[in-house]
């Protein structure tokens, strides 16, 4: 059957591969993001998800649009920092481009998945949940998108909407790859918490979260999937 999806943080990374993971199945999919990407494989609306006015507005125009039948909350935003080196702001701006559009995006769409009585509701979060240098505030933000996770899913148990989430590790994508070249010392800091000894492809991360929109996930609801190449179970040899 053929759904729509939204999508944040849609023109590039996991959201683009998502999209066209998404639409080669034959689903409607809308993004959101700051910047235009002429491959996207449906409809890409610019928007800047830190302007909380211009958020709110966009996910209402598109609410009216569309018949949504899911959301990804991928949009992110990281300022790495030490924890002597946090300032307020910075900090109140990564949770704001984290938090704010999930919550924005999913209660516009929200009404129209429970009158129909089928939804999907991801949430991208992180393995930085589980520690890292420099993610205060990151981190936090993922960790609370967790959070968000298990009480939407109490919330919608019996309304037919799933919400869950997952946490994606080191993965290739074009920033990733900008901050940590072949051969770079971020490069080998990374692989060496992952069991795999490898980094994972967006698609292989999309392939988690379109199991998670699909049908067969109807019994699943509240649960987080790492999606790490091992690094959540640990690389300590005794």
């Known amino acids: 059957m053929k759904r ?3 999508i944040t943080g849609a023109s590039k990374g996991i959201g683009l591969a998502l999209a066209h993971r998404l639409a080669e199945a034959g ?4 993004g959101l993001a ?11 609306i610019s928007a800047d998800l830190a302007d909380l006015q211009q958020t709110h507005k966009t996910f209402e125009q598109l609410s009216q649009r569309f018949a949504f039948d899911g959301i990804v909350n991928n949009v992110g935003l990281v300022k790495p920092q030490r924890l002597g080196e946090v300032d307020l702001s910075t900090f109140e701006a990564v949770m704001r481009v984290n938090l ?5 995006g999913t209660q516009a769409i929200l009404a129209g998945m429970k009158d129909r009585g089928w939804g999907r509701i991801v949430n991208i979060s992180s393995l930085t949940v589980l520690g890292s240098v420099e993610r205060t505030a990151y981190a936090a933000a993922k960790a609370a998108l967790i959070s968000f996770t298990r009480n939407w899913a109490l919330e919608l ?18 920033l990733f790859r900008a901050n940590n070249p072949p051969g770079s010392v971020g490069e080998k ?8 000894k490898r980094f994972g492809q967006p698609d292989e991360i999309a392939a988690t979260i379109a199991f998670l929109m699909s049908g067969d996930a109807a019994f699943m609801t509240g649960q987080t999937l ?12 005794f």
């Not at 689903?27 to 809308?30: A, I, P, R, S």
């Not at 700051?34 to 890409?44: E, H, K």
């Not at 704010?100 to 924005?104: G, L, M, N, R, S």
């Not at 091992?230 to 040899?237: D, H, K, T, V």
């Open 4 to 6: 729509t999806f939204l």
């Open 157 to 174: 148990a019996q309304t037919g909407i799933t919400v869950n989430a997952v946490a994606p590790g080191p993965t290739e994508t074009e």
């Open 100 to 104: 704010y559009p999930a919550i924005q």
């Open 189 to 196: 800091r990374y692989l060496a918490g992952v069991p795999m």
């Open 226 to 237: 790492y999606v790490d190449g091992g690094a959540s179970i640990g690389n300590l040899i």
């Open 27 to 30: 689903h409607q999919v809308v």
């Open 34 to 44: 700051r910047g235009a990407n002429d491959n996207f494989p449906g409809t890409l």
